[in-house]
């Protein structure tokens, strides 16, 4: 495991550009097992868990050459429909190349999937939309079989939560059923638009994508695409709170305007503003940040939720922006009952906040954070200990860093850009 050393108060600000959006390619990756034509993906981020979303297609028989953020896929033939426990437990969205496996083989055996231990994380919405369109799932606990010999068919689906990757592995299912599928209550997340954007690229015939009704008829067979990976939101939301828990300036590019109307009306509620220009987003440097009370004088409270609303991966880095300006905020992580833990870190930081429950803790800023031993937790707890050392005095030593590796690209790179002291080790 590698670890980051961070000095404090060394980030000077300047311009980024943001990579490929993470939550959008690691589904794309396992949708190009439909076709046994080559695609092409561009502006696809290095990050660990773009191999190993990589590692598993070619454990099941794609090949691929990825060089300079492009890569080239093509599964002429699937060599098996078993993934092993180890690839599986690498990453969560190794669960989607279920739909892929049943379209190519009729059959599916995974594990159950990994990722970042931030709470229960449901696959009821999988199991329901692939069984209900006509997979038959043996039972079992400590695999998942699947049979769909006949091939799959569409019908009306109504998920009992927004899932994003339940959505997803409906919308490849569904992509080569026949029939056609209309799901109510889907995500509607931007990885989830660009899958979709994807998928019709190959000939699928998707339609209300962004909302959350979706219908898909069926096609008989896909092609290969050409395709651009969207720029990542929740990175250029990272650096955005970089920006504002150092006082510093940062321009960013490469990710759509639009994607962060609801993270500019967060951080203007926590006393920071920013500009969203159609080809970039700009803060300035030296802001004085308070706290925006309700109405009323109340404790505002920030809250998580399904796209358009605050979107969860956000939260972490956003709480300890606001340590860093004046008054006091709840912050409600609705979705995740081990997110908020890592503030513990932060109170041993000198951070002021009360963990009221494994849902919400209130800040009180400002405070003055010290440099610290840290280890990343999760990929996103793990980025905002970053922010912490950035915004403290001193020196902090961020243990676990390959945690983080999994979802920010040439993170000391882009970090040295604005000025930091950053070692890795």
């Not at 599986?88 to 990722?115: D, H, K, M």
Request: proline letters at 4%; aromatic letters at 6%; a negative charge.
């Amino acid at each position: 495991m590698s670890t980051l050393i961070v000095k404090g108060g060394t980030i000077r600000g300047g311009e980024i550009t943001v990579s490929g959006n993470k939550n959008a390619v690691l589904p794309m990756i396992a949708a190009l097992m439909l076709t046994d034509e080559e695609s092409v993906l561009t502006n696809v981020p290095d990050i660990l868990d773009v191999h190993t979303m990589l590692d598993i297609a070619a454990s099941l028989g794609a090949e691929y050459t990825f060089e300079k953020n492009t890569l080239r896929f093509c599964c002429k033939d699937v060599k098996t429909h078993v993934i092993s426990r180890e690839l599986c437990s690498r990453n969560r969205t190794s669960i989607l190349f279920t739909a892929p496996l049943l379209a190519r083989c009729g059959r599916a055996e995974l594990f159950p999937p990994g990722g970042d231990v931030i709470g229960r994380r449901r696959l009821d919405g999988h199991f329901y939309g692939l069984t209900k369109l006509g997979a038959v799932m043996a039972p079992g606990w400590n695999s998942y079989n699947f049979a769909a010999v006949g091939g799959l068919s569409g019908r009306e689906l109504f998920l009992d939560e927004a899932s994003v990757t339940a959505t997803e592995q409906i919308l490849i299912a569904a992509a080569t059923a026949k029939g056609t599928t209309t799901l109510y209550n889907a995500a509607c997340e931007p990885h989830v638009c660009d899958l979709a954007a994807m998928l019709n690229a190959m000939g699928a015939k998707i339609s209300g994508a962004g909302s959350n009704t979706v219908t898909i008829e069926g096609v008989e067979k896909l092609s290969g695409c050409t395709c651009h990976v969207s720029g990542d939101h929740i990175e250029a939301g990272s650096f955005l709170a970089l920006a504002a828990a150092t006082g510093t300036p940062i321009t960013i590019n490469g990710t759509p305007p639009r994607h962060h109307w609801m993270l500019r009306r967060v951080f203007e509620r926590l006393g920071w503003q920013m500009t969203l220009n159609p080809d970039q987003i700009v803060m300035a440097g030296n802001q004085d940040p308070v706290i925006e009370a309700d109405f009323g004088g109340f404790t505002p409270q920030i809250s998580d939720g399904t796209w358009p609303q605050y979107p969860t991966d956000m939260m972490s880095c956003t709480i300890v922006a606001a340590t860093q300006s004046r008054g006091t905020v709840m912050f409600f992580e609705k979705m995740f009952e081990s997110r908020i833990y890592f503030v513990d870190r932060l109170i041993g930081m000198g951070a002021n906040a009360i963990v009221c429950d494994p849902h919400r803790v209130i800040i009180t800023g400002r405070t003055q954070l010290y440099g610290e031993s840290l280890s990343s937790p999760d990929i996103r707890a793990g980025m905002a200990m970053v922010i912490a050392a950035f915004a403290a005095q001193g020196v902090s030593r961020i243990g676990r860093a390959d945690v983080i590796y999994r979802g920010y690209e040439d993170l000391a790179g882009k970090l040295r850009a604005l000025g930091a002291e950053v070692e890795e080790a």
